[in-house]
């Protein structure tokens, strides 16, 4: 499955799911990922939960819903591979703008995943495998 020719098509919204090194877990929205030629995804996040749970544990998942009728979307398994902070490649990743001193405070990480498993919104389906 080529995930950036899906997510660059898809309409939907998402969800992130990680937890710490306890295993308390937390939700939190993100849009759609960037997706590179190697097939990694990397999600732009500011420093919260979400970025906090993935220094003690690099697993996470990712759960796409298409807008539509139904229920039709992604399920993707990640592990963290790495991270970037404030990049140039950060900012020419980024979808939204805001004009000159309207920008969130804080850092920004561009983390990025391998993906483990691909599975479909709902059952295991055909392409329970990994990409």
Known sequence: MDLRDYFENA????????????????????????????????????????????QSNPYGAYLFMEDGPGYKGKRLYLTKIKEEQDTELLRSLRRRTYPPGQEKPGPRFLVFFQVDKILPLIGAGADSTAP
Do not use: C, Y
């Open 11 to 54: 309409k939907g919204h998402g969800v992130l799911a990680t937890s710490d090194d306890q295993g308390r877990v937390n939700m939190a929205i993100f849009s759609r990922p960037h997706v590179f030629e190697d097939q990694t995804i990397a999600f732009i996040m500011p420093q919260r939960l979400t970025h906090s749970n993935l």
